[in-house]
């Protein structure tokens, strides 16, 4: 069964040091449905599992093996240039280490050694706060660099000669030219302060080093984090109560503006009367016009035409086939609600409102406030079974909602809501005639009028899944005692180290046997409704409009025939350099988005980056044969190229920047949404894994992921592979080529975390809505500096950083307890999906064995495996390492746990560590850096233990996972 049905059942009773370890170790464990059929094994003793444990020990040598003999295999100019970046990136991460320190110790601890040094001593680390063993570790990679500086100049020189050969511009000469003058001027300078530091390594030259490194830093500028923003994260529920005046509804459609809404009367629809409407009453050309929300597209206008063009049909369709989503605002066109089936109150009316005047009937969108009994709302909401959770997940998703109270009890719920006002054929038939074959409205226009249509206010009827829990229930206690045979648990220090994984595996196993046993009992053809339970809408068909709105109206609002911009959900996405200077700037209504490929890229800046870069690239074959992957350059000299970025959607560039960055250089980059509870203001999330040169597909979950969504991409990917393999490249462009791959990685991504979410909150009795988020899939752009300069930039794999996950979630009971637990689960879910959705798409079979393989293919290596938080931390325990749950009680006992137990790792993880500990979260971390496939690190997760919301974090990769192999430069 799937994680939350497992883990429930025992969670309360694990130890909590011990807590979100096994859970998150464990994931890959916790199946789906599908996968239940599996044969479980025999139980794992301490003594194959310690064997296990070497195994996993001398993988890692080899990973580590296998980056060694790749650097070696490079010429000597290339090993030594590299590895004084290495240790140059080394000094600077050990002084920012120590500058951290400094900055948290007492005042009267900090030993300032100088005047010079307290006047600085906020800016630059102190040899106080640094240990001895630190001090004469960067006294070693000091002399390094020293010792190859010349061998690194001379190499850097040499390649002036090879530009020569390449025939490049005089411009590219040029750039070469100076950037051979900075480098040589920088690593002059630091040769001066590393004299000073043998001469005395005192405060003052410590300081000079540190603000050295701070002009030309060696690595990854830092970025602050702001530890209240968790990147996945439920939205905070409404506050505002609901308008109950027109003037209140005016204040909440158009703030600060004057704004003409819709009115009947004058202007021509293109409906034919031969008696006019009364005054007042004629529909306006508004009311038949396309928006972004009300988009008339080919299928729209097809199912128009499939539903006779007709209201009460339509009405009917509409109300029996949408399901109706607890969230507030326009976020989906109605070609979007038309492909998911399901929507807000506003986006069903956009729906509606688009199959109308596909049919050439007037509709407008009708704002209001009104009461709705709380046994129905309770309904409403996905089958809660306290008024108080229904209550909740409506402010949870941005409507304004309050609860009247009589006697003590909720009777019902006030709430802000948006239904459609239609144009029709009226007397006699009330909707249900059409007037002629070509227009539905009479044109004796007395005889039409406006009728209130609600198709998103309905009931569900639940049908029951299988009471698993009961019929089979999962025996806490020898899981636990199975997961820790063998184990040793320090509650003091909060470490966990050899958790039997694989007793714990085959006990999980057994117990998803016993699982698939008892369902084929039931129902051998059991379809994942039938064991999870599922929602069904109950069925109305009406002959005739009834005229009114099925709820109690408290106060209308006004008309339009467009969604206001103050409700109108929107995307932002901005780039920026380090400084903070704005490199690119994107904005959009959702509704224009959903479905749509949108692509972060950078293209030449000059013809003189453009013709550079085409010297590196493969000539086409003589013979017409295409060009392969091994053929494309691994590397390629960042110093000389200029970038400029662009976003395109579709193909089309929708932003440009203005200014050139040069390759490799870092850049930051800020999304985000508007807020549910009010799309006046932004909820966004800052992203640290931009690189100029990459190409980035920005996935945009806008209250879901479609099918029809991913049909239409693959169908396209299909057609441009076809197009490939026939060697046609007519109006194909690198974008279209990549970018259709990226965003099919990032799409999937987000359709099997929905898929997760749809199989795990019935049975963990929680009602869950995707509501608006973000990820990003980067082609790694991989820069190697030299003092500061982008030396050659590599292209190791791909990194997807899901930073923006905000999912509309809360207990069908109003126990925030489970609310908690099952974010947690989720969380862990997810992380897992970072490594398995790019190993999904990027491994091929035909060229490496898979990690699920039971029969691989003999000569072919293993394919590379994904990394992610939970993957890694899974790794570490593997081999053995201790796996650090620090909470709140833990971090108190051992404030110095961050320097003392993790000093192994770099200071970027030391550091969010640090951070999210100061916050008061909860952290989960591996003893150790790991290596696999390339990618050297760690992998932690950051939990608000008061809500479950968490960061699940990779080591230079952000939220997410990375995927890739060791090229030729041992990148």
């Given at each position: ?30 199946l ?50 590299e590895r004084?970046s ?16 400094t ?14 040094a ?14 001895p ?21 001379a ?48 405060a ?61 009367g ?9 008696i ?21 597209t ?71 406030t ?17 008024p ?9 998703g ?12 909720i ?11 239609a ?46 829990q ?5 025996h ?12 040793t ?12 994984q ?61 969604v ?24 959009q ?12 890229s ?13 010297s ?8 017409g ?7 494309l ?51 966004l ?34 057609q ?14 690198g ?21 997760h ?18 990820g990003?899939?980067h ?6 500096l ?55 798409f990027f491994n091929?079979?035909?060229?490496c ?39 709140q ?11 003392n ?44 233990p ?25 990148h």
């Amino acid at each position: 069964m799937h994680s939350h049905n497992t883990l429930t059942p025992w969670h309360p009773w694990l130890r909590p040091i011990a807590r979100l370890s096994i859970g998150a170790l464990l994931c890959h464990a916790l199946l789906p449905l599908s996968a239940l059929a599996q044969h479980g094994a025999a139980p794992i003793s301490p003594t194959d599992q310690a064997q296990i444990q070497r195994l996993a020990q001398w993988q890692q040598r080899i990973e580590q093996a296998k980056i060694t003999r790749a650097r070696a295999a490079q010429p000597m100019g290339s090993r030594v240039s590299e590895r004084t970046s290495r240790n140059l990136s080394r000094v600077h991460e050990l002084l920012k280490g120590i500058k951290a320190r400094t900055e948290r110790a007492p005042a009267g601890m900090k030993d300032l050694g100088s005047t010079m040094a307290a006047k600085t001593a906020k800016a630059a680390p102190t040899t106080g706060q640094a240990d001895p063993a630190e001090l004469e570790q960067i006294g070693a990679l000091l002399g390094a660099i020293d010792a190859d500086t010349d061998t690194v100049l001379a190499d850097f020189a040499a390649q002036r000669q090879a530009l020569q050969t390449q025939q490049v511009s005089a411009e590219i000469l040029a750039r070469h030219d100076q950037t051979q003058g900075e480098l040589k001027q920088r690593a002059n300078e630091l040769r001066g302060i590393i004299g000073q530091w043998r001469q005395a390594r005192s405060a003052a030259v410590l300081g000079a080093l540190y603000a050295y490194f701070e002009r030309y830093p060696a690595a990854r500028v830092d970025n602050p984090v702001d530890p209240a923003k968790l990147p996945w994260s439920n939205p905070p529920p409404n506050q505002r109560l609901p308008a109950e005046s027109r003037a209140a509804w005016w204040r909440n459609l158009h703030p600060g503006q004057a704004v003409k809404l819709a009115q009947a009367g004058g202007g021509s629809t293109g409906i034919e009367f031969r008696i006019p409407p009364e005054p007042g009453l004629a529909p306006r050309p508004e009311d038949l016009a396309e928006t972004p929300e009300v988009t008339l597209t080919p299928d729209i206008r097809a199912k128009a035409l499939e539903l006779k063009n007709n209201p009460v049909v339509i009405h009917n369709w509409v109300r029996n086939h949408i399901e109706w989503v607890p969230t507030w605002g326009a976020i989906q066109s109605a070609q979007d609600t038309l492909d998911k089936r399901r929507g807000n109150a506003v986006d069903i009316a956009s729906l509606q409102i688009a199959l109308l005047r596909a049919a050439g009937i007037p509709a407008r969108y009708q704002w209001g406030t009104v009461d709705m009994p709380a046994a129905q709302a309770m309904n409403w909401v996905g089958n809660a079974s306290n008024p108080r959770a229904a209550l909740q997940l409506m402010n949870r998703g941005g409507i304004a909602a309050r609860a009247l109270v009589q006697g003590g009890t909720i009777q019902s719920i006030r709430f802000e809501h948006v239904w459609v006002q239609a144009y029709v054929n009226w007397s006699p038939g009330r909707g249900h005639h059409n007037a002629s074959a070509t227009q539905h409205v009479n044109p004796n226009g007395p005889l039409n009028a406006w009728v209130a249509l609600d198709a998103s206010v309905k009931q569900y009827r639940y049908a029951a899944g299988m009471d698993l829990q009961t019929a089979v229930p999962l025996h806490a206690q020898a899981l636990l005692d199975a997961a820790q045979t063998g184990a040793t648990i320090d509650e003091q220090q909060g470490w966990v180290q050899n958790l039997n994984q694989a007793a714990a595996r085959s006990h999980l196993e057994q117990y998803q046997n016993r699982l698939k046993t008892y369902i084929d009992s039931q129902k051998p053809d059991a379809s994942v409704a039938d064991v999870i339970g599922k929602k069904i809408i109950a069925q109305t068909v009406h002959s005739v409009l009834a005229g009114v709105t099925p709820l109690a109206i408290v106060q209308t609002g006004q008309q339009a025939a467009a969604v206001p911009d103050s409700l109108q959900h929107k995307f932002s996405y901005t780039l920026s350099d380090r400084w903070g200077n704005e490199l690119l700037s994107y904005r959009q209504a959702t509704s224009r988005l959903a479905g749509k490929r949108l692509t972060l890229s950078y293209e030449p800046a000059d013809q003189a980056t453009s013709d550079l870069i085409a010297s590196y690239l493969p000539k086409p074959h003589a013979d017409g044969s295409p060009i392969q992957p091994s053929e494309l350059p691994g590397s390629l000299p960042g110093y000389l190229i200029r970038l400029k970025p662009r976003i395109t959607l579709d193909g089309q560039v929708v932003a440009q920047g203005g200014s050139a960055v040069t390759m490799g250089t870092d850049l930051q980059g800020q999304g985000g949404f508007t807020r549910l509870d009010d799309p006046t203001q932004w909820d966004l999330t800052p992203d640290a894994s931009h690189t100029a040169g990459q190409v980035t597909a920005i996935g945009i979950s806008a209250g879901g992921v479609s099918t029809a969504q991913l049909e239409r991409l693959k169908a396209r990917l299909e057609q441009t592979r076809n197009q490939l393999q026939a060697n046609d490249t007519t109006r194909l462009t690198g974008e279209q080529i990549s970018g259709q791959l990226l965003a099919a990685t990032i799409w999937s991504w987000f359709a099997a975390a929905e898929s997760h979410s749809r199989l795990s909150q019935n049975p963990a009795e929680i009602v869950e809505n995707p509501g608006l988020s973000y990820g990003l899939l980067h082609t790694v752009a991989e820069p190697v500096l030299s003092w500061g300069v982008v030396r050659k930039v590599t292209f190791p794999g791909v990194n997807l950083d899901i930073g923006h996950i905000r999912n509309i979630t809360w207990t069908k009971d109003n126990d925030p307890a489970k609310w908690i637990v099952y974010n947690r689960l989720r969380g862990q879910h997810m992380s897992a999906l970072e490594h398995a959705i790019p190993e999904r798409f990027f491994n091929d079979p035909a060229t490496c064995n898979l990690q699920e393989t039971t029969t691989p293919t003999a000569g072919l290596p293993a394919c590379p495996q994904g990394i992610s938080a939970v993957r890694a931390l899974g790794i570490a325990a593997t081999q053995g390492q201790r796996i650090y749950t620090i909470t709140q009680r833990v971090y108190n006992d051992n404030p110095g746990i961050v320097n003392n137990e993790l000093s192994a790792h770099s200071y970027e993880t030391k550091s969010r560590i640090q951070q999210a500990l100061d916050a008061g979260y909860e952290v989960t971390i591996h003893e150790r850096p790991i290596t696999q496939s390339g990618w050297t690190g760690a992998g932690f997760v950051t939990i608000d233990p008061n809500t479950g919301a968490g960061s699940y974090t990779i080591e230079g990769g952000g939220n997410g996972g990375f995927w890739g192999s060791i090229n030729a430069n041992g990148h």
